[in-house]
């Protein structure tokens, strides 16, 4: 049997027609930037997460550059955020002169050790990035309260965090900003590019708007040295289309998360998934487990040659990533973890058959 690692055609199969006929008619009106179908979809994610405004961006790691930008944060700025995440948060930072700093991780559910936050404040700390990683929040209660006493920002990385919940609210309407990409592999996902900020603070909103547009507070007034970054009306009428489906489908990836508990437990066998939060609703964008005693490279060789795709979210952390020259924080937990975790197949229509077959190739390898 092969079992994918994501399988993006049941998603696009929902919408194929309705979607090409939008196109036809949104085609036929001869504009082509920044039109409703972008105000519709920005009215209608806002509307969905609880959040008082949106604004359409080009990609996720933009929205993230958009939010430090409109925050004033930059050169000789500090940012916590952990090294655990896809390298778009520090990348996003760094962009705007800023340095990160790293938080380590819960060794259980992979997110910031909120408890280790308040040892990285200094004077130059103007935020706190949290990266709700893998459809799973941070403990927004703990975050929260931390910025509110040290008068920080909080920024909320969403990218893998669609409907994700903590004690009933959603991600992204937590902190002063949250971020959203739409790449095609994430829960709603466009047919390319796309991302999203939502907030609750109009002014934010409003230099966002401009930001994204060239600076534009009107045609032609360049209030701010602004940057092109607009979300395309192509991949609106896409996250329009899906956004309709999301909720049916974030419960089915919820039974199979479950299901695979279920598997896992009774197998027996030295893989342990992440753990989740009790207050938080976990929206599996991935299932992660760590392989407690078998090489984690070796496992997924087995596993491949038995015709399963796994993936690694992610193998090496961003503060050892070539590229990265500022301060290294000790992460200890970060580092032991990122050798050890491996992604399973996880999509909102995988079959239990397929689900039963990725477990049993597991038994057969480490018994």
């Not at 193998?315 to 992460?331: L, T």
């Amino acid at each position: 049997m092969e079992v994918k690692f994501t399988d993006l055609t049941g998603p696009t199969r929902q919408i194929a027609k309705k979607y090409l006929k939008a196109v036809e008619k949104f085609l036929g009106k001869g504009n082509f930037i920044l039109t409703d179908e972008v105000r519709n979809f920005e009215k209608d994610w806002a509307r969905t997460v609880g959040a008082d405004f949106c604004v359409g961006t080009s990609n996720g790691a933009d929205a993230l550059y958009l939010a430090l930008k409109a925050l004033e944060i930059g050169e000789g700025d500090e940012v916590i955020t952990q090294g655990n995440a896809y390298n778009a948060s520090v990348t996003a930072i760094l962009r705007v002169g800023a340095m990160p700093r790293f938080i380590d991780i819960d060794p259980d559910t992979f997110c910031m050790d909120a408890g280790k936050i308040e040892s990285l404040i200094t004077n130059k700390t103007k935020a706190i990035m949290p990266v709700h990683l893998y459809g799973q929040m941070n403990d927004m209660k703990a975050i929260a309260a931390i910025a509110k006493k040290y008068n920080l920002a909080v920024i909320e990385d969403c990218a893998q965090a669609h409907l994700a919940k903590f004690n009933s609210r959603y991600a992204g309407v937590w902190g002063d900003i949250g971020t959203f990409s739409f790449y095609p592999t994430k829960n709603l996902g466009a047919f390319g590019d796309a991302g999203a900020i939502v907030t609750g603070r109009k002014d934010l909103y409003e230099k966002v708007l401009a930001l994204r547009n060239l600076g534009q507070t009107a045609k032609n007034e360049h209030r701010y040295l602004g940057f092109n970054m607009r979300l395309d009306p192509i991949q609106a009428i896409a996250l329009i289309l899906k956004l309709k489906f999301l909720p049916a489908a974030t419960q089915k990836r919820i039974k199979a998360a479950r299901y695979y508990d279920q598997l896992l437990e009774k197998a027996g066998v030295s893989i342990k998934p992440q753990v989740g939060d009790s207050r938080a609703t976990h929206v599996y964008h991935l299932y992660v487990v760590q392989s407690l005693s078998y090489d984690r490279d070796k496992l997924r060789e087995e596993l491949s040659k038995r015709g399963v795709q796994t993936a690694i979210h992610y193998p090496i952390p961003v503060y050892r990533q070539p590229f990265y020259k500022g301060p290294k924080d000790p992460c200890p937990t970060t580092d032991k973890i990122l050798t050890r975790i491996l992604s399973l197949p996880m999509f909102d229509n995988i079959k239990r058959q397929e689900q039963n077959y990725v477990v049993q190739c597991l038994k057969e390898i480490l018994r």
